[in-house]
Each structure stands twice: as structure tokens, then as C-alpha cells.
């Protein structure tokens, strides 16, 4: 009698449920209409495109290139660089995150208009302007981010671009749409940010004046809308460094056959150092400091809320960790020492008197000991043999024979090239199981080195080393500025740039070695070899060193093909979509 009383019991709960099994409810997702009487959900749409920017933290790619190699076996990025990048296996990819941005994006302007942002309906339209115009910067450099890792030409030989979406998608959308080409791309990034800079002031501030267009506004709503507390935020300053990014990589080899985009290029970047006073920031008595943003000497630890040192245009949030550091520190310092720079690098730092050490005859440069005399950057952004680290300043042995575990290919979180990497690490934190601290740290978006760099190199391809257009500095005034600010050809004049400063080739070469330089580990050399056509197979090289004898080694081989040099469509994107062509090359 039990059984059949449990058995009766069970077809009745299984039946009652059965409203829950075939007719499932309706899942806890609003509706796109309740951002109109919720800012707060309507603003969400917004900042979702902020945690997306692929900035936010260090990707760390050139272990990709002829720059660094790592220790972490599994490393997509090694992969890729050793044969294994495909269009189903792309640690290169921004398709899923730079589209899934836009289209939070295009959700935030479907609504953005019926939203009430403020009771006070002259606040409320300050507001949507505001929010609107950190929206169209936002998708710009989105696209920025989707051209520069999915443009390419595909098997017709046409440059295309991804496709343009600009409205809000829904599941009645047709998605089968085709590749824009590379210059309609570009066109739509450039609308975007005119409009940004017509809805958001250059910086926010709390003493700027109320602009026309909201005249009769008091200034203290104005700057409740548009005042300091929305420091690091989309600006108009930031839409323009964009525009100077974009216009670059438009300029380039790989994309570029025309002269007209190297002037267009080095125009915006001028626009945005102008904003910044010129050539001052490199020329400031402490301007060396802005070598190590990054650190106490760069002004980190005294950074308010939103502000910035002087070389950083636009950042991510200061975050108090140890992450980087315990990635990168040497095993001596209870690091895994992840990313080993190379000789390649290595070699690309010239002596402290200006001349590359491939010129014997005037650097100086003696095998025997390497690193003396060198420009002062090596040491900033590597660590080399013999070089001090750490709270205790302990000196990391590199050797071969190293009696740690930081020598050469002791362990399997030693070194793989007789380097470690210094740039961007606190040397003021302690990994000590027994005492360990953290530090301050932030990635930047832009830099005004970046911007400095743009400049030079489109410039020297517009009208040559020593030409400013409509300017008022040259290319070579921007490189013996930034060489400069390095302590490089400080005590002689800098011979060595002076003899090619008439010679555009010997200049465009100087002016990628100097971006190589200045710009290593945030993530630039792997797009740089790309957009320029360059060779990615150099050999990555290293040291071994056992008492005074220093030999170079190969240590990773590279396997890229020529097509390579535009990145793949997603191979599952290509397969639903049959409107959507591959890059040549890819399957």
C-alpha cells in the first residue's frame, strides 16, 4: 500500500511540474524598453563598452615576436608564433569582444534619446549628449581594435574591412552581412569621432567654461555633468589621439598606397601634441621620470582620483596588486618569470654616445662587456646579468652556470634567453611568502609617447626627417627629443642622429627602433611587424654566458607564412555566414 501511495504521489508532483518542463519561464532579463525608466540599466549598456577595451590589462603578445619569448608552455601566443595560429585558434582575436562591445554600444543609442537621465530636463539632455558622445568615441576605437586584427585583402585582392553594424541587432536581424571594405571602415570610425568631439568637452574639468550651445546653463549643473568626476571617461582629447592611431595604421604598408594618408596621419597626431603644449613634455627638466610611469620615481603612488602623470593621455583604474610581479619576477624573487626579452631587443639599444653597436667603429660597443655603457633604457626595461632587483636589491645571475635557479633553462620558471623583464614591475614589492606586499599599478590606453612616435614616423614619410608641414617641429625633432629624454647622445650632441637627419630611409629606420624601444612589452611590436610588412621570422635569440664568454643562442624559431600579416576572419563566423569573405590565405 506504501509503494503505491509513493508512486501516486510521484505521477502528481511529476505532472504539476510539467507547466515548469514544456512551457519554461520566462528568463530574468529586462527588456531593452526598461532602460528608458532606469538610467542605471541604460548607462550599464554604456560602460560595458568601457570594460571591454582590450587595454585594460597587458596581453604581453610580444612573445609573439622577434622581442620576447615565455616559460608558460601553454601560452596561446607561443602557439601562434611556432605554427600553431589558425582561424579557429587566434589568441590575436578581437571579433567576439570588439563586436560584442558595438553592439552594447548600438543597444545604449537605440534607447539613449528616451532615457531620463536627470527631473531637470536641461541636465537630463547635458547627460544623454555627454553619454552619447563617450559612445561614438567608444565604437570607434572599437573599430580601431577590429581593423587592426581582422582587415585584410581577401582572395580578390580587395581590402575589406569588417562589417559595418550600426543599429541595434535582435534575433529578426539578418546577419549575413558582407565585409565593408578597409576605407568605408575607416570613413565610419572617423564620423564617429567627429561626432564624439562634437558632444564631449576636450578634458573634464571643474573651472571650464560653460560652452555656447548650453548657454544660460548654470555652471555649476554643467559641471555636475561634465566636471572632473568623470575624469577617465571618453573625451574629446582621447578622440583625437584615436583618430591619430587609426589614421596610422591607414598609412601603413600593409594597408596604404598612397602618400596623401601619411600626411593625414601625422596631421591628427600633431593635433593631439599640440594639445599637450608641443614638444614641452619631453623637454621638462624631470621629463626622464616619464620613463617609469609606471613606478614611485613616474608619480603613481600620488595620482588622484582620474588624474594623470604627463606622458599618460588616457588609462585604465589604478589597482593595488602584485599580479605582474609574480608573473615576472625572477624564481629568486618567487616570480614565474613569464616574459624573457631578447638578444634581438637587446641589440636593438644603442650605446649611451647615440650609435647602434653594430657600428664598431664609433659606438664603443666590446662584447666582452655587453651592457656598460649602453643607453640607459636597457637597464630601465631589463633585467640583464648582474643586474639588481627587488626590495633587498639582490643581484640576478642570468649565467649558465648560475648557482640559482635564475640561470639559463634551470628550472621551468628560469629564464629561456639570460633576460627577465623589468619594465612595468614594482621593484617595491615583496613576494615573500612570509612578508608579501603590493603595489599600485595601471595599464594606459595612450600614451603621449605613442602620439610623439605617430608623428615622427608619419611625418618622415610625408615630407622627410627635417620637413614640418604645417608644424612646428620635424620628425628628427621629435626623435632627438625622445632620445633625449633617454639620456641617449646627451654628452656629444648625438652624432649619429645628426649624419642621417637628410636621409629619410636611415631615419624611418631609426624611427621604428625607437617605437621598438620605447614602446616595448605594451603590446605594439607584434602589430607594428604587421602593419609595416616586415619579416615576422626573425629567430628569437638569447645569451649564455659562463665566466667572461657571452654566446648567442637561438632559442625559438618562428613560423609565420606571408599571408599572415592580416589576422582571420573567425572560422566560425565564416561558416554561418556565407556572405562573410576570409582574408586570402586562411581557411
Not at 587609426?246 to 594618408?261: D, E, I, Q
Request: glycine residues 8%; proline residues 4%; contains cysteine.
Amino acid at each position: 500500500m506504501k509503494k503505491i501511495l509513493l508512486i501516486c504521489l510521484s505521477i502528481v508532483v511529476l505532472f504539476s511540474s510539467c507547466e515548469d518542463m514544456f512551457e519554461p519561464e520566462i528568463e530574468n532579463n529586462l527588456e531593452l524598453q526598461n532602460a528608458y525608466t532606469n538610467a542605471t540599466y541604460a548607462q550599464g549598456l554604456l560602460l560595458n563598452g568601457y570594460t571591454r577595451i582590450p587595454t585594460n590589462s597587458w596581453s604581453f603578445n610580444e612573445v609573439a615576436t622577434d622581442d620576447a619569448v615565455t616559460n608558460d608552455r601553454n601560452s596561446g601566443f607561443l602557439k601562434a608564433a611556432t605554427g600553431q595560429w589558425t582561424s579557429m585558434n587566434n589568441p590575436f582575436d578581437q571579433w567576439r569582444n570588439s563586436r560584442s562591445a558595438i553592439q552594447y554600444l548600438n543597444q545604449f543609442f537605440a534607447v539613449t534619446d528616451s532615457v531620463t537621465w536627470a527631473v531637470d530636463p536641461v541636465i537630463s539632455k547635458m547627460f544623454n549628449d555627454r553619454m552619447k558622445g563617450e559612445a561614438y568615441g567608444l565604437r570607434a576605437l572599437f573599430m580601431f581594435y577590429l581593423l587592426q586584427s581582422h582587415a585584410g585583402k581577401a582572395a580578390n585582392g580587395e581590402l575589406l574591412g569588417v562589417p559595418l553594424l550600426l543599429q541595434h541587432e535582435t534575433v529578426t536581424s539578418d546577419f549575413n552581412q558582407p565585409r565593408a571594405t578597409f576605407e568605408a571602415c575607416l570613413q565610419q570610425l572617423y564620423s564617429d569621432l567627429n561626432k564624439a568631439e562634437e558632444l564631449l568637452p576636450v578634458d573634464y574639468t571643474d573651472n571650464s567654461p560653460v560652452p555656447a550651445k548650453y548657454a544660460g546653463v548654470n555652471p555649476d549643473n554643467y559641471h555636475r555633468v561634465f566636471g572632473a568626476s568623470f575624469m577617465g571617461r571618453m573625451t574629446g582629447r582621447i578622440a583625437k589621439a584615436i583618430r591619430a592611431k587609426a589614421a596610422l595604421l591607414a598609412a601603413s604598408p600593409a594597408f596604404n598606397s598612397g602618400a596623401s594618408k601619411w600626411e593625414a596621419a601625422a596631421n591628427y597626431a600633431a593635433e593631439v601634441i599640440d594639445l599637450g603644449g608641443g614638444l614641452s613634455n619631453l623637454t621638462r627638466g624631470d621629463s626622464n621620470n616619464d620613463l617609469q610611469w609606471y613606478t614611485t620615481t613616474g608619480g603613481i603612488d600620488a595620482l588622484a582620483a582620474g588624474a594623470n602623470s604627463p606622458d599618460i593621455l588616457w588609462r585604465g583604474n589604478v589597482g593595488t596588486s602584485n599580479d605582474l610581479e609574480r608573473n615576472n619576477f625572477p624564481p629568486t624573487l618567487n616570480g614565474s618569470g613569464r616574459v624573457n626579452p631578447t638578444q634581438n631587443l637587446v641589440d636593438a639599444f644603442p650605446m649611451a654616445n647615440g650609435y647602434p653597436i653594430s657600428d664598431l667603429a664609433n659606438s664603443g660597443f666590446n662584447a666582452g662587456t655587453p651592457y656598460t655603457g649602453r643607453d640607459p633604457r636597457l637597464n630601465l626595461f631589463i633585467l640583464v646579468n648582474g643586474s639588481t632587483a627587488g626590495t633587498s636589491n639582490s643581484v640576478i645571475n642570468t649565467s649558465a652556470t648560475s648557482p640559482t635557479n635564475d640561470g639559463l633553462n634551470k628550472v621551468e620558471t628560469s629564464t629561456r634567453t639570460g633576460y627577465y623583464l623589468r619594465k612595468l614591475l614594482r621593484q617595491d614589492v615583496n613576494l615573500n611568502p612570509s612578508s608579501t606586499t603590493t603595489q599600485k599599478h595601471f595599464s594606459p590606453h595612450i600614451r603621449y609617447t605613442e602620439m610623439y612616435l605617430a608623428y615622427a614616423e608619419a611625418a618622415n614619410e610625408a615630407w622627410g626627417p627635417l620637413a614640418t608641414g604645417e608644424h612646428t617641429y620635424s620628425a628628427y625633432d621629435v626623435i632627438k627629443a625622445l632620445r633625449r629624454r633617454a639620456g641617449v647622445g646627451t654628452s656629444n650632441g648625438d652624432p649619429y642622429l645628426e649624419s642621417i637627419k637628410a636621409d629619410k630611409d636611415a631615419m624611418r629606420n631609426l624611427i621604428r627602433n625607437e617605437r621598438r624601444l620605447e614602446l616595448c612589452f605594451e603590446g605594439f611590436r607584434f602589430w607594428d611587424l604587421r602593419r609595416w610588412n616586415s619579416n615576422l621570422n626573425e629567430t628569437a635569440k638569447g645569451i649564455s654566458i659562463s665566466g667572461s664568454n657571452y654566446s648567442i643562442i637561438n632559442v625559438e624559431n618562428r613560423s609565420y607564412d606571408n599571408y599572415m600579416i592580416y589576422g582571420p576572419i573567425p572560422y566560425t563566423e565564416t561558416v554561418k555566414y556565407t556572405n562573410l569573405l576570409q582574408n586570402a590565405g586562411w581557411q
